[in-house]
Nanobody
Framework: QVQLVESGGALVRAGGSLRLSCATSGFDFGGFVMSWYRQAPGKDREMVALINGVGGGTTNAGFAKGRFTISRDDAKRTLQLQMNDLRPEDTAVYYC???????WGRGTKVTVST
């Protein structure tokens, strides 16, 4: 059974930090691209960051550069997103995504207050 389960979302003040995690099972994790996406209320889902399966190279959306860091632990089959200097506009539901199979998690909610 395929599972992607995000955790770590919370209410945090602007300038704060959060670390999101995605636990996976039921599909090949190591060696494949994994991504974080987010969807703010009333807006389309957008990519936050992705990490390659080979070499671990990463790509961040412009708004995430310098503030967010994506990482993975293939042995534990987990994906992480370290988010620093959070802003109210980062408020969204954050989703873990396995693009090779188009698998999505159910998301974890991040709310950033002023």
């Amino acid at each position: 059974q395929v599972q992607l389960v995000e955790s770590g979302g919370a209410l945090v003040r602007a300038g704060g930090s959060l670390r999101l995690s995605c636990a996976t099972s039921g599909f090949d994790f190591g060696g494949f691209v994994m991504s974080w996406y987010r969807q703010a209320p009333g807006k389309d889902r957008e990519m936050v960051a992705l990490i390659n399966g080979v070499g671990g190279g990463t790509t961040n959306a412009g708004f995430a550069k310098g503030r967010f860091t994506i990482s993975r632990d293939d042995a534990k089959r987990t994906l992480q997103l370290q988010m620093n200097d959070l802003r109210p506009e980062d408020t969204a539901v954050y989703y873990c995504y396995a693009s090779q199979w188009e698998y999505w998690g159910r998301g974890t909610k991040v709310t950033v207050s002023t």
